[in-house]
C-alpha cells in the first residue's frame, strides 16, 4: 500500500505532478490500477489545441471563438472556456448543427475553431463542411482529433481512414496534419488569421513527440527532419515518429533514409516530392489513412503529371474496414510502426 | 431587440408583391424552369419583411448590424432576387442574366456572389444552424441586429433543424426568429402526407421557443402584426413564426397544388398568369 502514489501504467509519479488532477475523484483510497476520465485525459499530452488557442487569445486574438459537439474535454479545449466562456460553445452531440453555427459565427467577424473527433467533424459533417464552409470559403478552423485508428478497440465506427480523400477534394480547403503537440502549437499559431477554412489532422494526443520546440510552419511547407543516401519516407501525422524510428533501425544495416515531414496535405510540398524522385528513385509514403485516395495518391498525382518517373511505395492502411483492438498494437499489425515501416523500406529497395 | 419600423402604405406593399410574382414569372421563363409554388407562397411576407421590418442598408450590404435573412428554403429565391434588385443591392438588369452561364443568380442563392444574400443555401435544413451562429456572433458584438430564418414546411422534417432549435433555446437566442412557410407543397405532394410534422406550435414550444401562428400569410395585416411581434416583442428566448400560405398564391390554376413547385409556363399561360397577377389583390 506505501507505494500508492509511486506509479500505475496510468499514474506514474512523473505524471501526477505533470498534469492537471483538480477534477480527478481517485485519491490514495483507490486501487493503484484505478483511473476516471480526468486521469486518462490528462495523458493526452500532445493534444496542445486548447493552449495554442488560450496563447492566442492571450496574445489578444478576441476574434476566436471555441466550438465542440460534447468533446472539449476529450479534445482538450475545456481549458479554453473555463478561461473565456463567452467565447465557448459546446453543442451537445449535434455535430452538423455545430458546423453550421461555426459558419454562422465566422460571417460576423469571429474565427471560429471546431475541436471534435475527426470522424464526427469529417465524416459525419462532410456535407456541412462542403456547403457551409468550404462553399462560402469562411475562416472556420477544424481540428479533428484521434484521426486514423487511433480509437483503437472503440471499434471501426470511430476510426478515421477516408478524411484526407474525403477533404482533399474541397475547394478552398487547406488541409495541415501536425504531428505532435509543438506542431499543434505551430500550426494554430501560424494560421489562426488564414482567411480561408482549414482542416488539422491530429490524433489522440499520445502521439511520440517529434518535435522539442514548435517547428517553423507554413501552408504548402514540409520538413526535412533527416538526411539519408538512400531512399525518402515522405510521412505525415503519427507516421512521421515511426519513420525515425524506422530510420534508427535500418541505420544499423548501414541503409539510410531520409525522413520528410509532410505537414501540409493541401497544398502538397511538390518540390518535397520532385527531390526524393530525383535523389532516390524510389519513394515511400506513410500515413494512417486508407491507402486509397489519401496522402500517398496525392504523392502519386505528382510523380504521374510532372512525368518523374520513380516508384511509389504506399504505406498506410489497406482498402478494408480496419480491425479493432489496442492502438498499438493496431499500428504493429498494419506496419504502422517503426518495424513496419522498416519492413516496407527494406522490400521496397530489394525490388 | 426592438428596431424601427416603416410605415409602408399597404397598396404599395401589394405591388411589391405583385412584382415578386411578375420577376418569377419572367426570370422562369429564362431558364425554362422554375419553383413558382414555393415563391408565390412567400410573397407577403417577403414584402412584409423587407419593406416594413428588416433594418438593411442596401448601399452598405456589408453593413455589421444589418438584419440578416436566411433561407431553409433557398430554391425560393428567385423570389427574393427582385426584391433585393428592387431595394438596389445590384442593378436590375442583373435579373436578365438569371441563370445563364456564369450570373450570380442561380436558383439557389450564394453568398459570395449576390449582394444582400446573408448566406448560401442549398442543403434543407442547414440555414437554422446557420442562423444560430450569427445571432450567437451578433449578442457577443453586441449588435441590435436579428437573424430571421426562413424554412419550409418540408424542411421541418430535417433532424438538424431540431439540433438548432435546441440550441437557440439554449442559448437564449432572443435575437433569432424562425419563419416556416406552411405551403403544403413538396415535391412528393403535401409534406403533411408524406412525412407528418404537425402539431408543429406544440413541437416548437415544447423545444422552447416562442411561437406565433400566423393562420394567414397572405393577408398582409396578419403578417405585420405577426412578423412585427416576432421581431419587436421583447422576450427571453427565440420565436417561430409558423406561417400558414398558400402554395402557388396569386395565379388560380397553381393555387394549392403540389404540382407547380417546380414548372414552367408557355407563353400563353404566361399571359394567363401576368393577367392574373396583375389584376390581383392580395391581402
Given at each position: 500500500?506505501?507505494?500508492?502514489?509511486t506509479?500505475?501504467?496510468?499514474?506514474?509519479?512523473?505524471l501526477r505532478?505533470?498534469?492537471?488532477?483538480?477534477?480527478?475523484t481517485?485519491d490514495?483510497?483507490?486501487d493503484?490500477?484505478?483511473?476516471?476520465?480526468?486521469v486518462?485525459l490528462?495523458?493526452s499530452?500532445?493534444?496542445?489545441t486548447?493552449?495554442?488557442l488560450?496563447?492566442?487569445?492571450?496574445?489578444?486574438?478576441?476574434?476566436?471563438?471555441?466550438?465542440?459537439?460534447?468533446?472539449?474535454r476529450p479534445?482538450?479545449?475545456a481549458?479554453f472556456?473555463?478561461q473565456?466562456?463567452?467565447?465557448?460553445?459546446?453543442?451537445?452531440?449535434?455535430?452538423?448543427?455545430?458546423?453550421?453555427?461555426?459558419?454562422?459565427?465566422?460571417?460576423?467577424?469571429?474565427?471560429?475553431?471546431?475541436?471534435n473527433?475527426?470522424?464526427f467533424?469529417?465524416?459525419?459533417?462532410?456535407?456541412?463542411?462542403?456547403?457551409?464552409?468550404?462553399?462560402?470559403?469562411?475562416?472556420v478552423?477544424?481540428?479533428?482529433?484521434?484521426?486514423?485508428?487511433?480509437?483503437?478497440?472503440y471499434?471501426?465506427s470511430?476510426h478515421?481512414?477516408?478524411?484526407?480523400?474525403?477533404?482533399?477534394?474541397?475547394?478552398?480547403?487547406?488541409?495541415?496534419?501536425?504531428?505532435?503537440?509543438?506542431?499543434?502549437l505551430?500550426?494554430?499559431?501560424?494560421?489562426?488569421?488564414h482567411?480561408?477554412?482549414i482542416y488539422?489532422r491530429?490524433?489522440?494526443?499520445?502521439?511520440?513527440?517529434?518535435?522539442?520546440s514548435?517547428?517553423?510552419?507554413?501552408?504548402?511547407?514540409?520538413?526535412?527532419?533527416?538526411?539519408g543516401?538512400?531512399?525518402?519516407?515522405?510521412?505525415?501525422?503519427?507516421?512521421?515518429a515511426?519513420?525515425?524510428q524506422a530510420r534508427?533501425?535500418?541505420?544499423?544495416?548501414?541503409?539510410?533514409?531520409?525522413?520528410?515531414?509532410?505537414?501540409?496535405?493541401?497544398?502538397l510540398d511538390r518540390?518535397?516530392?520532385r527531390d526524393?524522385?530525383e535523389?532516390?528513385?524510389?519513394?515511400?509514403s506513410?500515413?494512417e489513412?486508407?491507402?486509397?485516395?489519401?496522402?500517398?495518391a496525392?504523392v502519386?498525382?505528382?510523380?504521374?503529371?510532372?512525368?518523374?518517373g520513380?516508384?511509389?511505395?504506399?504505406?498506410g492502411?489497406?482498402?478494408?474496414y480496419?480491425?479493432l483492438?489496442?492502438?498499438t498494437h493496431?499500428?504493429?499489425?498494419?506496419g504502422l510502426?517503426?518495424?513496419?515501416?522498416a519492413r516496407?523500406?527494406?522490400?521496397?529497395?530489394?525490388? | 431587440?426592438?428596431?424601427?419600423v416603416?410605415?409602408?402604405?399597404?397598396?404599395?406593399?401589394?405591388?411589391?408583391?405583385?412584382?415578386?410574382?411578375?420577376e418569377?414569372?419572367?426570370?422562369?421563363?429564362?431558364?425554362?424552369?422554375?419553383?413558382?409554388?414555393?415563391?408565390?407562397?412567400?410573397?407577403?411576407l417577403?414584402?412584409?419583411?423587407y419593406?416594413?421590418?428588416?433594418?438593411?442598408?442596401?448601399?452598405?450590404?456589408d453593413?455589421p448590424?444589418r438584419?440578416?435573412?436566411?433561407?431553409?428554403?433557398?430554391?425560393?429565391?428567385?423570389?427574393?432576387?427582385?426584391?433585393?434588385?428592387?431595394?438596389?443591392y445590384?442593378?436590375?438588369?442583373?435579373?436578365?442574366?438569371?441563370?445563364?452561364?456564369?450570373?450570380?443568380l442561380?436558383?439557389?442563392?450564394?453568398?459570395?456572389?449576390?449582394?444582400?444574400?446573408?448566406?448560401?443555401?442549398?442543403?434543407?435544413?442547414?440555414?437554422?444552424?446557420?442562423?444560430?451562429?450569427?445571432?450567437?456572433?451578433?449578442?457577443?458584438k453586441?449588435?441590435p441586429a436579428r437573424?430571421?430564418?426562413?424554412?419550409?414546411?418540408?424542411?421541418?422534417?430535417?433532424?438538424?433543424i431540431?439540433?438548432?432549435?435546441?440550441?437557440?433555446?439554449h442559448?437564449k437566442l432572443d435575437n433569432?426568429?424562425g419563419?416556416?412557410?406552411?405551403?403544403?407543397?413538396?415535391?412528393?405532394?403535401?409534406p403533411?402526407?408524406t412525412?407528418?410534422?404537425?402539431?408543429?406550435a406544440d413541437k416548437?414550444?415544447?423545444?422552447g421557443?416562442?411561437?406565433i401562428?400566423?393562420k394567414?400569410?397572405?393577408?398582409l395585416?396578419?403578417?405585420?402584426?405577426?412578423?412585427?411581434r416576432?421581431?419587436?416583442?421583447?422576450?427571453?428566448?427565440?420565436?417561430?413564426?409558423?406561417?400558414?400560405t398558400?402554395a402557388?398564391?396569386g395565379?388560380s390554376?397553381?393555387?394549392?397544388?403540389?404540382?407547380w413547385?417546380l414548372g414552367f409556363?408557355?407563353p400563353?399561360?404566361?399571359?394567363?398568369?401576368?393577367?392574373?397577377?396583375?389584376a390581383?389583390?392580395?391581402?
Amino acid at each position: 500500500m506505501s507505494d500508492k502514489n509511486t506509479g500505475t501504467p496510468y499514474m506514474s509519479a512523473e505524471l501526477r505532478t505533470a498534469i492537471d488532477l483538480t477534477d480527478t475523484t481517485v485519491d490514495d483510497s483507490f486501487d493503484l490500477k484505478s483511473w476516471d476520465m480526468v486521469v486518462s485525459l490528462g495523458l493526452s499530452r500532445q493534444l496542445t489545441t486548447g493552449q495554442a488557442l488560450l496563447e492566442l487569445a492571450g496574445a489578444g486574438h478576441d476574434e476566436i471563438v471555441v466550438c465542440t459537439a460534447d468533446l472539449g474535454r476529450p479534445t482538450q479545449v475545456a481549458n479554453f472556456g473555463r478561461q473565456y466562456p463567452e467565447r465557448y460553445f459546446n453543442f451537445g452531440i449535434a455535430e452538423r448543427n455545430m458546423i453550421g453555427a461555426a459558419a454562422g459565427l465566422a460571417t460576423t467577424g469571429f474565427t471560429p475553431v471546431i475541436s471534435n473527433y475527426s470522424f464526427f467533424l469529417a465524416l459525419m459533417g462532410v456535407e456541412n463542411i462542403r456547403n457551409d464552409i468550404c462553399y462560402p470559403n469562411l475562416p472556420v478552423k477544424l481540428v479533428g482529433t484521434h484521426s486514423g485508428i487511433a480509437m483503437g478497440f472503440y471499434g471501426t465506427s470511430h476510426h478515421c481512414c477516408e478524411d484526407i480523400g474525403a477533404l482533399r477534394t474541397m475547394a478552398n480547403l487547406t488541409l495541415l496534419a501536425p504531428c505532435d503537440g509543438n506542431a499543434i502549437l505551430a500550426a494554430l499559431k501560424s494560421t489562426i488569421t488564414h482567411p480561408g477554412p482549414i482542416y488539422y489532422r491530429v490524433g489522440r494526443g499520445r502521439e511520440t513527440p517529434v518535435y522539442d520546440s514548435p517547428p517553423e510552419w507554413h501552408i504548402g511547407g514540409s520538413r526535412r527532419l533527416r538526411e539519408g543516401d538512400d531512399i525518402t519516407v515522405l510521412a505525415t501525422g503519427n507516421l512521421v515518429a515511426a519513420a525515425l524510428q524506422a530510420r534508427e533501425i535500418l541505420a544499423r544495416e548501414r541503409i539510410g533514409l531520409r525522413v520528410v515531414d509532410m505537414y501540409s496535405l493541401r497544398p502538397l510540398d511538390r518540390q518535397a516530392v520532385r527531390d526524393a524522385v530525383e535523389d532516390h528513385g524510389v519513394v515511400v509514403s506513410a500515413e494512417e489513412h486508407n491507402v486509397t485516395g489519401g496522402f500517398g495518391a496525392a504523392v502519386a498525382e505528382v510523380m504521374a503529371e510532372e512525368g518523374l518517373g520513380g516508384r511509389l511505395v504506399k504505406i498506410g492502411m489497406p482498402d478494408s474496414y480496419s480491425i479493432l483492438g489496442p492502438p498499438t498494437h493496431l499500428y504493429r499489425h498494419y506496419g504502422l510502426d517503426g518495424e513496419g515501416v522498416a519492413r516496407r523500406v527494406r522490400e521496397a529497395l530489394q525490388q | 431587440m426592438s428596431r424601427p419600423v416603416q410605415n409602408t402604405p399597404r397598396e404599395e406593399i401589394r405591388e411589391k408583391a405583385r412584382m415578386i410574382r411578375r420577376e418569377v414569372v419572367r426570370l422562369t421563363d429564362i431558364c425554362g424552369s422554375g419553383h413558382y409554388g414555393s415563391a408565390f407562397s412567400i410573397a407577403e411576407l417577403l414584402s412584409v419583411l423587407y419593406y416594413q421590418l428588416l433594418n438593411v442598408r442596401p448601399q452598405e450590404p456589408d453593413w455589421p448590424d444589418r438584419d440578416r435573412f436566411t433561407m431553409g428554403k433557398g430554391h425560393a429565391a428567385i423570389g427574393l432576387y427582385p426584391v433585393l434588385a428592387d431595394l438596389g443591392y445590384f442593378p436590375r438588369e442583373d435579373l436578365d442574366n438569371y441563370t445563364r452561364l456564369g450570373s450570380p443568380l442561380g436558383d439557389h442563392p450564394d453568398m459570395r456572389k449576390v449582394k444582400g444574400a446573408d448566406f448560401s443555401s442549398g442543403s434543407i435544413g442547414h440555414n437554422l444552424s446557420v442562423s444560430v451562429g450569427m445571432a450567437l456572433g451578433l449578442k457577443l458584438k453586441r449588435s441590435p441586429a436579428r437573424v430571421v430564418c426562413m424554412m419550409g414546411d418540408g424542411e421541418q422534417t430535417e433532424g438538424q433543424i431540431w439540433e438548432a432549435a435546441i440550441s437557440g433555446a439554449h442559448w437564449k437566442l432572443d435575437n433569432l426568429i424562425g419563419l416556416v412557410d406552411i405551403n403544403g407543397a413538396g415535391s412528393d405532394g403535401d409534406p403533411q402526407q408524406t412525412m407528418r410534422t404537425e402539431p408543429l406550435a406544440d413541437k416548437w414550444r415544447a423545444f422552447g421557443w416562442e411561437v406565433i401562428v400566423l393562420k394567414d400569410g397572405h393577408d398582409l395585416q396578419q403578417t405585420f402584426e405577426a412578423l412585427n411581434r416576432a421581431l419587436n416583442e421583447p422576450r427571453d428566448r427565440p420565436c417561430c413564426v409558423l406561417a400558414y400560405t398558400v402554395a402557388g398564391k396569386g395565379v388560380s390554376f397553381m393555387e394549392g397544388t403540389w404540382q407547380w413547385h417546380l414548372g414552367f409556363l408557355g407563353p400563353t399561360d404566361r399571359e394567363r398568369a401576368y393577367a392574373e397577377i396583375e389584376a390581383s389583390r392580395i391581402g
